[in-house]
């Protein structure tokens, strides 16, 4: 039962156009989320995160947007740039009535194209 | 500050074998979870300590197991290895269980032939 779902294996983008990462849930009780990045050999390293009472956080070029009725999250990376290459993973905590667990996707590979 | 530091980084086993693998946390992080990478099923949660005692479990069988120290370090530990616990495993650390945000060590790189 994949409770955190990243449909999209893989995106390629243009190196200044925007890049939509996607992830869906399906347990409700989620009430925080993550994004994480990762490089080859590397581990994930944290990028943003949003509570579910909000519906967006911004930090820089990277933002993370909620839609708690569709179960829904979406990162935007604007504008890209090769450097942002990597796999990022969507992570959700607070199922299982409060666990403190992280459920990760199973990422999606971007690519920035110069 | 340093950074989450796992040993060894890489290792090859052969089927049978056990294996233990080492996670040194941020300094003051006190909560130390482990994950296993595998391709295309991304990071899957095998368990989480806390103050030396396990918090939480992931589906995994009892040949994994895990500890924690005193000092926060932690091992886990592989027994009977299969062909298929081949994978990258992650180390996370947080100052306690209450804090979403999850700092990952580089990982130990696990081949089992």
């Known amino acids: 039962d994949q409770q955190v779902k990243q449909n999209s294996p893989s995106l390629s983008v243009q190196e200044g156009r925007i890049s939509i990462l996607n992830c869906d849930y399906t347990?409700?009780?989620?009430?925080?989320f993550l994004w994480y990045k990762k490089y080859p050999a590397e581990g994930p390293t944290f990028l943003i995160s949003?509570?579910?009472?909000?519906d967006k956080n911004e930090d820089g070029r990277f933002t993370v947007f909620l839609n708690k009725s569709a179960k829904h999250l979406s990162l935007h990376i604007v504008p890209s740039q090769p450097g942002d290459s990597a796999v990022y993973f969507c992570a959700a905590s607070g199922g299982q009535g409060g666990s403190e667990k992280l459920v990760f996707g199973k990422g999606t590979k971007l690519t920035v194209n110069p | 500050k340093a950074g989450v530091t796992q040993t060894p980084r890489y290792l090859i086993k052969t089927r049978g074998q056990q294996v233990t693998l080492s996670c040194s946390p941020i300094?003051?992080?006190?909560?130390v979870s482990w994950y296993q990478q595998t391709p295309g099923q991304g990071l899957q949660f095998l368990f989480e300590y806390f103050s030396e005692t396990q918090r939480n479990k992931g589906n995994f069988p009892g040949r994994f197991s895990g500890r924690q120290f005193s000092n926060s370090r932690s091992e886990m530990n592989v027994s009977t290895l299969e062909l298929g616990d081949s994978a990258l495993y992650l180390c996370a650390s947080r100052l306690n269980p209450g804090g979403y945000e999850q700092y990952f060590g580089p990982g130990t790189r696990l081949t089992v032939t």
């Open positions: 949003i509570s579910s009472i909000k």
């Open positions: 300094s003051g992080h006190r909560s």
């Open positions: 347990n409700s009780m989620f009430d925080y």
